[in-house]
């Protein structure tokens, strides 16, 4: 098979029994199971969930997002080869190391295959919860140009590109855009500061406001863990996003999880602990490919500013970028992967016939 042939870079056509739309995002496809499929695994599998609860088979893909784009490479390379594997892993690594440390569950039940996750069905708090333990990117643009109160918090004077912050800020955004809430502009990922969640709680989905306080713990407990293990990998764990959900357990409770996935080079910023000790940033995420497309095309304010978002969409729909570029991230996937992980990483060769196969073979979901 050619490079090209490796990647899943469509993960939408897949034929899971399904009786509802498939949901396909950036970089992930959630396929809804029937009834009395969910039913059936539940019983068959033991998951310890409520024998009614919702269940779906989530694949994730090798498309590369960036600034709101899907990007492509020469010689048909429709996305990052080991990306998703990549992705999976690491975030299978946190979420396991999070439960053993006795912080919260995911909604994960079962992870059949590299690409694949069978999760439960979450309510999802409408919040990107980010934290921040250096300043750069966003917050250094603003703070560069002035602005000193971010997301209701006040940076002091002084601070200098890449520095380390004073402390650990949470620094939340929307996620999607919500309507009708004070102040809070109608628009996708907009800052917003802990008094918005506090007087809208029920509109961002909290159940209460004391589970304000129990996302920031988890989200502060979450990226302690992941910097502390980092840091032994001589490794800095820069900034993050995690999400968080709702769901019900075997026993009827409701519970506050996390979901999506956490500390990944896509939802995160990872630098190389010898160089930044040495003065220089080297990129251990996408960041670094978000970098070099603003170096690749000459006007990358296209890129930044969000009143140009056709012309980026035309941007990437209309170029395609030097397979070097893709490759190269392919290979910071995979090492900082390999490198959390402590041993080789397992990339198929045929991704989409494997993931079939198990899940007709082991889950009788293939027709």
């Known amino acids: 098979m050619s490079l090209a042939e490796k990647v899943l870079a469509v993960n939408n056509d897949l034929p899971i029994r399904t009786d509802k739309p498939i949901h396909s995002g950036k970089v992930r496809s959630v396929y809804w199971l029937t009834e009395a499929d969910s039913r059936r695994l539940i019983r068959e599998k033991g998951y310890p969930v409520a024998e009614d609860a919702p269940l779906a088979v989530m694949v994730i893909s090798d498309r590369i997002s960036a600034f709101d784009c899907i990007w492509r490479g020469e010689g048909g390379l429709q996305g990052v080869p080991g990306k998703g594997a990549a992705l999976n892993a690491i975030a299978n690594h946190w979420f396991k190391r999070f439960k053993e440390r006795g912080l919260a569950d995911s909604h994960i039940l079962d992870i059949p295959h590299p690409l694949v996750w069978i999760v439960q069905k979450a309510r999802p708090v409408m919040v990107e919860a980010i934290a921040r333990q250096y300043i750069t990117g966003s917050m250094w643009r603003a703070y560069s140009k002035g602005e000193r109160d971010f997301c209701g918090i006040r940076l002091p004077d002084g601070l ?55 996302y920031e713990k988890l989200l502060k407990e979450g990226f302690d863990l992941i910097s502390d293990e980092l840091a032994k990998l001589d490794q800095i764990f820069v900034d993050t996003k995690f999400e968080f959900g709702y769901v019900t357990d075997a026993s009827g409770a409701e519970k506050l999880i996390y ?38 095309f000459p006007d990358p304010d296209i890129l930044l500013n969000k009143d140009r978002m056709d012309e980026r969409l035309a941007l990437a729909r209309d170029n395609v970028l030097p397979a070097a570029m893709l490759m190269e991230l392919s290979e910071t996937y995979i090492a900082i992967a390999e490198k959390i992980l402590g041993h080789k990483l397992v990339i198929s060769d045929n991704p989409k016939a494997e993931l079939l196969e198990v899940l007709k073979r082991d889950y009788a979901l293939v027709d």
């Open 259 to 296: 979901m999506d996935e956490v500390g990944t080079p896509d939802s995160s910023r990872i630098w190389d602990g010898e160089a930044y000790r040495q003065g220089e940033v080297v990129e251990k995420s996408k960041e670094g490919f978000r970098q070099a497309l603003l170096s690749h």
């Open 160 to 214: 200098s590109k890449d520095q380390k912050l004073p402390e650990l800020l949470i620094t939340p955004s929307t996620k999607g855009i919500l309507r009708g809430i004070p102040g809070v502009p109608e628009a996708d990922d907009v800052n917003i500061t802990r008094a918005d969640l506090e007087n809208n709680f029920a509109a961002f989905n909290f159940r209460s406001r004391t589970d304000i306080d129990q």
